[in-house]
């Protein structure tokens, strides 16, 4: 099983009408929250007042993407969030909720012992900068920032794991954790597929807008039967890494009942990006996307077999036996 990141509060939300698998008859898949620390109960705490130090210093693999080495935290570190833009990058600015693509690397002040990093997965975090979803030093210290830059960061335990610290990670509650981030991207709810258009000749197949202005596609189905098997394939073809059987994936989504045409689901209309591992949804999607590269907007008309057959979720327009159309925007994956 993958190692998850310890910087989560909580494992982020997937699919509300798509997640199920095996036996699981509620309609949603079990998310792994075994190595994901629970986010702090009661109230959060005030915004912090963010300074430029003390922090120590980068002593090894300074460029931006290198694993780093730091240095163990001279002296007392601050009462605050101290930040520091170490390399600046060119790209869009980071804004609270938005989900990032980042490598990091955390060690604790007093010992300088590294307690998790990405480098060494050689796989980028995907989280969302929202409160209660990750620590609230990454959620107040990464705002603004740009893409392509990298941040160093000392976090008190305030605005770390509070007075309970976190075992798992030999983290205890009085612990100021360092940590050096590299913004790799950014999403929010106005993200889109980017690469190039492919041709849609098939008249029995839906057919799927190709604006890529951040605005829910148009999905026209056919006065057709539906198809018996799976069908996905490229609406825009982008460039990135191809999507794997477990992966984790970001994603804009629109869906629709090939009998009547009409939206079900949507996370343009909600304005939120939805994140969620392909081992956690309904089979169609889950095969549908693998193989596909990052950056595509794909068309997935999944049969009855491989969606919900004769246990639609509850109270929703998914009758029993439908066939399910989507167009997915696969934005990032980890």
């Known amino acids: 099983m993958r190692r ?56 090894a693999g300074t460029g931006f993407g290198q694993k780093p080495t730091v240095a163990k935290g001279s002296g007392s570190p601050s009462k605050d969030l101290a930040v520091k833009t170490v390399i600046a990058g060119g790209g869009r600015s980071v804004a609270e909720n938005d989900f990032i693509q980042a490598h990091y690397l955390g060690q604790i002040w007093d010992t300088a012992k590294v307690f998790d990093n990405s480098y060494d997965r050689k796989t980028p975090l995907l ?32 605005w770390g794991y509070g007075p309970q610290g976190n075992p798992q990670g030999g983290i205890k509650g009085t612990d100021t954790l360092v940590f050096v981030v590299d913004i790799e991207n950014t999403f929010n709810g106005r993200s889109s597929a980017k690469g190039k258009d492919v041709a849609q000749d098939d008249a029995d197949l839906p057919k799927v807008g190709t604006n890529t202005d951040g605005k ?18 490229y609406i825009i ?83 029993k036996d439908s066939t399910l159309v989507f167009s997915v925007d696969i934005l990032a994956k980890m």
């Open 4 to 59: 998850r990141s310890l910087l989560l509060a909580a494992v982020p939300a997937g699919l509300v009408t798509l997640a199920g698998c095996g036996d699981d008859k509620s309609g949603r898949g079990k998310a792994d929250t075994s190595s994901s620390p629970s986010a702090t109960a009661g109230s959060a705490p005030p915004s912090p007042k963010i300074v430029e130090g003390p922090l120590p210093a980068i002593t």
């Open 127 to 158: 989280i969302q900068l929202r409160q209660g979803g990750i620590i609230d030093g990454w959620r107040y210290g990464l705002v603004g920032k740009k893409t392509g830059s990298r941040v160093l960061m000392s976090v008190p335990p305030t």
């Open 216 to 233: 829910a596609p148009s999905v026209d189905v056919p006065k057709a039967k539906a198809p018996s098997g799976l069908v996905a394939r």
């Open 237 to 319: 073809e982008g460039d990135g890494p191809k999507v794997a059987a477990d992966s984790t994936v970001l994603v804009q989504y629109k869906g629709v009942l090939w009998d009547t045409g009409k939206e079900f689901d949507s996370t343009y209309g909600r304005k939120q990006l939805t994140a969620f591992s392909l081992q956690q949804v309904v089979k169609g999607w889950a095969q549908g996307l693998t193989g596909k590269k990052v950056g595509s907007r794909v068309l997935v008309v999944v049969p009855p077999k491989l969606g919900y057959g004769d246990n639609p979720p509850a109270g929703g327009d998914i009758k």
